[in-house]
């Protein structure tokens, strides 16, 4: 089937309901709870558009096998051209939701592309399994479908692996081998949007050691098969926040489940790796998954950081804060981090890899910087905002106050900005106070930190993987300057 627009989206969910459980309660519906049918909504706007003649082309592609549109994220590229098209589709979806929803559709769509490009990687185990993950990614992308995903264990003992808990059954893993597929049970998180997706896809960060092999599995279910559970956190908007009070968090909600596997029964062509520690370690380098996925998020971050920043620059305008050198320097801080992430994109696409096939991909060591920057950039981002809004942030008036006859000229005349109107700077501020300030802003900012995993583990990970001949030819050339020591 072609591209799905958002009332194929919407209809899909209510077809196949699933076991999501929020603050005590059995969701019957996750396109009508009021804690989910705003992200349903904004998610439903995604599909929409590309249906957009304005922006169809942006966000899709004819598929040369069948004739039909997919979405620009399932597109192998041959050019850097083809990678900058797919940018600019990841920035048309970020830019509905100002790079506030970070687990947009296009995320999991281009990990699926990044999988069935590295096919042989899952050979490796066998060729069904290498079959297998090629065939799901050609499902998904023909049908249009959103994914979900959950990569880390729970919090339970940090210091013991999953084979050593003091719970044998608490972290994912397979527990029977049948004919027709693979039986889990165990628990993973954090699944991200996972109540209101069509299906899940379970892989891991490379962490597995010996003596884990039954849980060394990856793996792909419907959202709403048998025996599989959501434990969702608190919600921060539970569909009753005001849209003037709470701009950002009563649209942009993403909510996070814990994943609860029952006995789930996989069928063999969806399992694409089984009892294999070694390769579920070497999926995440050996794929080039990450020339993907950070390509797409750093697209995404790009315009989060691009939002944020302008807004610590309307705020201080607004109160002529910006007239002040400390204040000129922070956001002078701030819009060199916005360049940084827009230069280290472009690099990636036009210093591209050619892989087999003639296809390429963005150039990891750029979008390695960029991953290593962000944890530290957003949240200094953040800070700068609160910052110049300092104590205003927390003394805004409810839109309630606007329309008060008692309080109302009080409201216009004491609320106002330099030359700004109180109603404009109150509009402002509200989005600040989401931003940086409300529990929404608080998980957007603890998001970002560790949205692609440990931040000590990522800049790590930048030094192990360089190329350092450029470094070393520098350091040796400077080294051949220095004669050597007089005899003795």
């Not at 069509?198 to 597995?208: A, G, V």
């Not at 559970?229 to 996070?256: N, V």
């Not at 030094?463 to 007089?486: G, I, Q, T």
Request: glycine fraction near 6%; proline fraction near 5%.
């Amino acid at each position: 089937m072609p591209i799905r627009d958002g009332r194929q989206f919407v209809a899909r969910l209510r077809a196949h309901p699933r076991e999501v459980w929020v603050e005590g309660e059995r969701v019957a519906d996750v396109t009508t709870h009021p804690v989910f049918k705003r992200s349903v909504e904004q998610l439903a706007l995604l599909y929409d558009m590309q249906f957009d003649p304005a922006l169809r082309d942006t966000l899709t592609y004819v598929v040369p096998e069948t004739g039909e549109r997919a979405g620009a994220a399932f597109m192998p590229a041959r050019s850097a051209a083809d990678l900058a098209k797919r940018r600019a589709a990841y920035r048309a979806w970020a830019e509905t939701n100002f790079g506030l929803m970070g687990r947009s559709p296009d995320f999991l769509n281009v990990t699926l592309l990044a999988f069935a490009e590295a096919r042989q990687v899952f050979a490796r185990g066998g060729e069904r399994f290498g079959r297998a993950v090629a065939r799901y990614y050609e499902y998904v992308r023909d049908n249009d479908l959103f994914l979900s995903h959950a990569l880390v264990t729970p919090q339970n003992d940090r210091s013991r692996s999953s084979s050593g808990q003091a719970d044998a059954s608490l972290h994912l893993k397979v527990v029977q081998e049948t004919e027709a597929g693979i039986v889990v049970s165990g628990a993973r998180m954090l699944a991200t949007l996972g109540p209101v997706s069509d299906e899940m896809i379970m892989y891991n960060l490379p962490t597995f050691r010996a003596g884990d092999e039954d849980h060394a599995i990856m793996f792909a279910v419907p959202t709403d098969v048998m025996g599989l559970r959501q434990i969702c956190r608190t919600p921060y908007d539970h569909g009753d926040q005001a849209a003037f009070d709470h701009p950002l968090a009563s649209r942009f909600e993403e909510s996070d489940s814990l994943l609860i596997f029952d006995r789930v029964l996989v069928p063999w062509d969806r399992v694409f790796v089984y009892r294999d520690v070694a390769l579920c370690n070497a999926v995440f380098p050996d794929s080039a998954l990450r020339n993907h996925t950070a390509h797409q998020t750093n697209t995404r971050a790009l315009v989060k950081l691009q939002f944020a920043v302008g807004l610590a620059m309307a705020v201080a305008r607004a109160i002529k804060a910006d007239q002040f050198l400390h204040v000129q320097q922070m956001l002078g801080e701030c819009l060199g981090y916005v360049e940084m992430v827009k230069s280290a994109l472009v690099r990636s696409e036009i210093e591209h890899e050619t892989v087999a096939g003639g296809h390429v991909r963005a150039s990891l060591a750029p979008l390695l910087a960029v991953r290593g920057l962000l944890p530290t950039a957003y949240p200094r981002i953040v800070e700068v905002l609160q910052t110049i809004g300092a104590g205003g942030l927390m003394m805004m008036p409810s839109g309630a106050d606007f329309a008060a006859p008692e309080i109302a000229s009080d409201v216009a005349r004491y609320y106002q900005g330099a030359g700004t109107a109180s109603l404009d700077r109150v509009k402002l501020f509200k989005l600040a106070w989401d931003l940086a300030g409300d529990a929404f802003g608080s998980r957007q900012l603890q998001y970002e930190r560790y949205y692609a995993g440990d931040p000590v583990r990522i800049l790590a990970g930048t030094y192990l993987s360089c190329d350092d001949r450029e470094l070393m030819a520098l350091v040796d050339k400077a080294k051949a300057l220095l004669d050597n020591p007089p005899a003795g």
